[in-house]
C-alpha cells in the first residue's frame, strides 16, 4: 500500500540553525501539506501546496518557513533560522483531490532546538 | 470561524466495554468531518469521514461515528473496545477550498485490562 514517507524521524538542531524536513508523498497525489503538532497540543496547519505554489497558508507559516517541490517526489519544509519554539513533531500529508476525500500521514519528523 | 471541540482530554475504559468519544464542531456550512487515530510514535491514520448522506458513518477497525447536525456533534463510538485501541482519537474538519484540515487537541484513550 503507498504511504508517505518522512525523514529524518528525529532532527536535533542548534537555535538559529536552518533545518529541511523531507517529504517524500503518494507518487499521484497532487495536494500535499505540512501540520506540526507542539507536544500536549493539537495538531496545526502550516501549509498547503498545489500545482508548484502555496495554496493556502497559516498564521504560523511566517517568513521563516518554505516549501519546495524540487523534483518529482520530494517535497520539503525548510525553517530559516530555527526557534526554540519550533520544537515539534511534523507532520506532512498528501491528497488526491485536495483533501475532500482523504489526506494520508506520514510518520512525523520530531524537531527539537535546542 | 471554524473550530473543532475535544471536550475529554482523557478517556479510560475497561477492554470489552463501549466507547462514546465527543467531538463538537463549529461550521457554517456542511462541514467535511473526520477522525484520525494516531498511535505512540505513529502518524495520523483515518479511521472514517463524513461528507453528505446517510449521517451515521462506518470506519476501519469496528469504529462508526454519527452526525447530528443539531447538536453540532460528530461522536467516535465502538461497541467494544479492544487493548489494541488505546491511542490518541482526533476530530477534524475541512477548511478552505484546499482541504486544510483543522483538528481538536484529541481525546487520549486508555483501556484498562
Known amino acids: 500500500e503507498p504511504e508517505v514517507t518522512q525523514t529524518p524521524s528525529h532532527q536535533v538542531t542548534q537555535m538559529g540553525q536552518e533545518v529541511i524536513l523531507r517529504c517524500v508523498p503518494i507518487?499521484?497525489?497532487?495536494?500535499f501539506y505540512w501540520y506540526r503538532q507542539i507536544l500536549g497540543q493539537k495538531v496545526e496547519f502550516l501549509v498547503s501546496?498545489?500545482?508548484?505554489?502555496?495554496?493556502?497558508k497559516s498564521e504560523i507559516f511566517d517568513d521563516q518557513f518554505s516549501v519546495e517541490r524540487p523534483d518529482g517526489s520530494n517535497f520539503t519544509l525548510k525553517i530559516r533560522s530555527t526557534k526554540l519554539e519550533d520544537s515539534a513533531m511534523y507532520f506532512c500529508?498528501?491528497?488526491?483531490?485536495?483533501?475532500?476525500?482523504?489526506?494520508?500521514f506520514g510518520p512525523g519528523t520530531r524537531l527539537t532546538v535546542l | 470561524a471554524q473550530s473543532v471541540t475535544q471536550p475529554d482530554i482523557h478517556i479510560t475504559v475497561s477492554e470489552g466495554a463501549s466507547l462514546e468519544l465527543r467531538c463538537n464542531y463549529s461550521y457554517g456550512a456542511t462541514p467535511y468531518l473526520f477522525w484520525y487515530v494516531q498511535s505512540p510514535g505513529q502518524g495520523l491514520q483515518l479511521l472514517l469521514k463524513y461528507f453528505s448522506g446517510d449521517t451515521l458513518v462506518q470506519g476501519i477497525k469496528g469504529f462508526e461515528a454519527e452526525f447530528k447536525r443539531s447538536q453540532s456533534s460528530f461522536n467516535l463510538r465502538k461497541p467494544s473496545v479492544h487493548w489494541s485501541d488505546a491511542a490518541e482519537y482526533f476530530c477534524a474538519v475541512v477548511r478552505g477550498s484546499q482541504g486544510n484540515l483543522i483538528f481538536g487537541k484529541g481525546t487520549k484513550l486508555s483501556v484498562k485490562p
Open positions: 500529508a498528501s491528497s488526491g483531490d485536495g483533501g475532500i476525500n482523504e489526506q494520508f
Open positions: 501546496f498545489y500545482n508548484n505554489e502555496i495554496s493556502e
Open positions: 507518487s499521484n497525489h497532487l495536494y
